[in-house]
C-alpha cells in the first residue's frame, strides 16, 4: 500500500518568509500525488496535484511542488508567506487500487506578523 | 460551482443513540467517502462506496455502517454511538476514473459530539 509522510505536524513562519511544508511518498509507478488545504471549521480543498506532466507543479494561491523521484519527495513551497496562509495542509497519494487516497497526518501552518 | 454539502455542521448526541449523517455531491461523482479526523490522526477512511448500493471498508469501520440508495447520497450511520466517536467527520466525492483524475472534493465537515 501506498503511503506518504509529512515532516513537522506544525511549521511557524514570519509574513513574507518562505513556507516549505515537506511530503516524502512511498515508492510506487506512477505516483499521483496531491496537496490539499484546509482552513479553519472547512473541509479540505485541493491545493495542486502532480499529474507527470511536469515535475514543477503550479497551483492555486501561489504555492508550487516539485515532484523529485529520486527523493521520493513532493514538497510544498511558497515563496512569501501572507496571513491567509494560516491553515492545515495534507500532502496525499493515491493508493495502488486507483479508488482511495491516503493523506498524510497534516502540517498546520502558523504565520506571524 | 460544484458542491458536496453535509446534513449538519454540529451535532450533539448521547451515548447510545443513531446517528445520521447525510451527505450530497451535485457533480455525478461515482465514488463517495467517509473520514473521520482527530488532531495528530490525519483523516482516516470509515467506509466508501464507488457504485450505486455498493460499499467498502475502510481502515476503521468498526462502530459504523453506511447507505448509498442513490447516486448523489451516501449515509454514515452511526449505531448505538459512544464518546470515542467524537469527532469531524468528512464526506468527500471524486470521480470514477484513476490516478490524477480521482482528486476528492469535500463537504465542510460535521462536527459530532458524543455525550
Known amino acids: 500500500a501506498q503511503s506518504v509522510t509529512q515532516l513537522g505536524s506544525h511549521v511557524s513562519v514570519s509574513e513574507g518568509a518562505l513556507v516549505l511544508l515537506r511530503c516524502n511518498y512511498s515508492?510506487?509507478?506512477?505516483?499521483?500525488l496531491f496537496w490539499y488545504v484546509q482552513y479553519p471549521n472547512q473541509g479540505l480543498q485541493l491545493l495542486l496535484k502532480y499529474t507527470s506532466a511536469a515535475t514543477l507543479v503550479k497551483g492555486i494561491n501561489g504555492f508550487e511542488a516539485e515532484f523529485k523521484k529520486s527523493e521520493t519527495s513532493f514538497h510544498l513551497t511558497k515563496p512569501s508567506a501572507h496571513m491567509s496562509d494560516a491553515a492545515e495542509y495534507f500532502c496525499a497519494v493515491i493508493d495502488t487500487g486507483g479508488f482511495k487516497t491516503i493523506f498524510g497526518a497534516g502540517t498546520r501552518l502558523f504565520v506571524k506578523a | 460551482d460544484v458542491k458536496v454539502t453535509q446534513s449538519s455542521r454540529y451535532l450533539v448526541k448521547r451515548t447510545g443513540e443513531k446517528v445520521f449523517l447525510e451527505c450530497v455531491q451535485d457533480?455525478?461523482?461515482?465514488?463517495m467517502f467517509w473520514y473521520r479526523q482527530d488532531p495528530g490522526l490525519g483523516l482516516r477512511l470509515i467506509y466508501f462506496s464507488y457504485d450505486v448500493k455498493m460499499k467498502e471498508k475502510g481502515d476503521i469501520p468498526e462502530g459504523y455502517s453506511v447507505s448509498r440508495e442513490k447516486k448523489e447520497r451516501f449515509s454514515l450511520i452511526l449505531e448505538s454511538a459512544s464518546t470515542n466517536q467524537t469527532s469531524m467527520y468528512l464526506c468527500?466525492?471524486?470521480?470514477?476514473?484513476?490516478?490524477?483524475?480521482?482528486?476528492?472534493?469535500f463537504g465542510p465537515g460535521t462536527r459530532l459530539t458524543v455525550l
Open positions: 468527500a466525492s471524486s470521480r470514477h476514473r484513476g490516478g490524477s483524475y480521482n482528486e476528492q472534493f
Open positions: 457533480m455525478d461523482h461515482e465514488n
Open positions: 515508492s510506487s509507478v506512477p505516483p499521483y
